[in-house]
């Protein structure tokens, strides 16, 4: 067995070339190569490309084109060659149907600009290898510029344009994308709405319109010509709002608001205030359930001004009108019937003043919320006629049971300027500085200055 695994075994070459495939190089086999350097005199020269991300097609036909180098800083080693260090080789092929491939001589960094490329030609007969200096280019592929044709007079000029970024992903769509994709953009593309460019003989004249476009321009102007202005606007909205109707032509304040458009001059012949007169003349103490009323009825009385003692009186009658309101749904309010209402407001009042009070500040028998802040507007603006227009707000929030924040809002739609009362003021109304904080005084000015409308601000997307 030993034997015959023995006879098996590869035997050992022996150490004779015979049987050897490769021959050794030997020094009598080595063979002297003349090299020159071919000194290239014309304007053109061999080119070295590379084609960094693209793949060049391999029938595709450049034009050239040269132009003379800036400066001979940036190849400094090229001194002394005239073809290629004085001018600068651009080539350009426009063969496909949506790229530019543009080959152009880069120069990355300064040390680049310090090789020197060369293409080498070797003869094998009469061992001589003749090398030629040849410019090196970086190839690179753009999207190839929108080009449209415009008529303007009769003539058909085409302008080029700069691709934008939405033209040029809708080429790129078009060219690589899916069906679908193409489908979008073509739709996109059909449905699009531009506006043609200005005349180039005359810029500051206007452009022409398409038919379109000026349908649609007409159109609006024919919608719009309708449509109320900006002052109108805020006119009818001023024309709503829940106060008395103000006199914007009026010269003095007094004639903003006055006593018979408030009260009503019907309403005002018949209130009777006879007994309030007589009652303060022989010295009784008149007690009513409105502060701001009682405070001044004495003072009022004894300056014989009976139109605006009967303004208080109305004023009590609205506030004592407002107390015996129910509570409603939805911050509404609900008119009691006659026979209350008659012994809220006290006698002396008959239905020839009650009915204008309800059919002025309510619907039937309830109050919503602008029946009601028109009713607080009234009285505000009756207290400003009764005060000379001035007007402490303390007693009257008190009165119509409002929160401070109320009550200034009030006085304010009604054109008043609301501020803090002065020192001298505090004095008149025998209130220390602590206390004065409660107090706020509302003056009627000309000229008047309204709440402006809320707008709501757009939303950052």
């Known amino acids: 067995m030993s034997d015959a695994r023995a006879e098996r075994k590869r035997k050992r070459r022996n150490d004779s070339d015979e049987g050897l495939s490769k021959k050794i190089a030997t020094q009598e086999d080595a063979q002297n190569i003349l090299v020159s350097l071919v000194d290239v005199d014309e304007e053109w020269t061999p080119v070295i490309a590379t084609t960094p991300g693209i793949c060049l097609p391999s029938d595709a036909s450049f034009k050239a084109y040269t132009r003379a180098r800036t400066s001979n800083v940036a190849r400094p080693m090229l001194a002394g060659r005239s073809a290629i260090s004085e001018s600068e080789l651009l080539l350009h092929c426009s063969s496909h149907p949506k790229l530019d491939y543009i080959a152009r001589e880069e120069e990355l960094s300064r040390a680049d600009g310090l090789f020197k490329h060369y293409i080498g030609v070797y003869d094998s007969q009469t061992s001589r290898l003749e090398l030629v200096e ?19 007079n009769g ?17 790129l769509g078009q060219t690589f994308g899916t069906k679908k994709s193409q489908k979008a953009i073509r739709a996109l593309t059909e449905n699009a709405i531009t506006s043609p460019p200005k005349r180039a003989q005359d810029p500051s004249q206007k452009p022409i319109l398409d038919p379109l476009a000026s349908a649609v321009i007409q159109s609006m102007a024919q919608s719009s010509a ?35 458009e408030i009260v009503g001059v019907e309403v005002l012949k018949q209130l009777v205030v006879k007994e309030w007169h007589d009652a303060i003349n022989n010295g009784e103490d008149v007690k009513t359930c409105s502060l701001f009323v009682s405070k001044r009825l ?12 009967k303004a208080l009186r109305f004023l009590l009658l609205l506030m004592d009108w407002n107390r015996c309101l129910k509570p409603g749904a939805r ?8 026979d209350v209402v008659r012994k809220a407001v006290g006698a002396g009042i008959g239905d020839g003043i009650l009915e204008p009070v309800r059919r002025r500040f309510a619907t039937e028998t309830t109050l919503n919320k602008w029946h009601i802040d028109n009713l607080m507007t009234h009285i505000c603006a009756l207290a400003l006629s009764i005060d000379n227009y001035e007007v402490d707000t303390h007693d009257l929030r008190d009165d119509l049971r409002l929160t401070p924040k109320e009550v200034i809002q009030y006085f304010q ?14 004095t008149k109304l025998k209130v220390s500085k602590a206390e004065s904080s409660g107090h706020k005084i509302a003056r009627l000015k000309l000229p008047l200055e309204f709440p402006k409308n809320r707008t709501m601000a757009n939303k950052k997307r």
């Open 226 to 260: 309708s449509m109320p202005s900006r002052e109108e606007l805020q006119a009818a909205v001023d024309e709503g709002k829940p106060r008395p109707k103000p006199n914007l032509s009026a010269e003095t304040p007094a004639d903003v608001y006055t006593m018979e």
């Open 134 to 152: 040849a410019r090196k280019v970086v190839v690179r592929g753009t999207l190839r510029t929108d080009q449209k044709a415009t008529a303007s």
């Open 331 to 338: 911050g509404s309010k609900k008119l009691p019937g006659r």
């Open 413 to 426: 739609e009604l054109g008043c300027k609301v501020t803090a009362p002065t020192e001298s003021e505090r």
């Open 298 to 309: 004495a003072r009022t009385v004894k300056a014989g001004d009976i139109k605006r003692l």
């Open 155 to 171: 003539t058909n000029s085409q302008s080029e344009s700069a691709p934008t970024t939405l033209s040029a992903r809708s080429i």
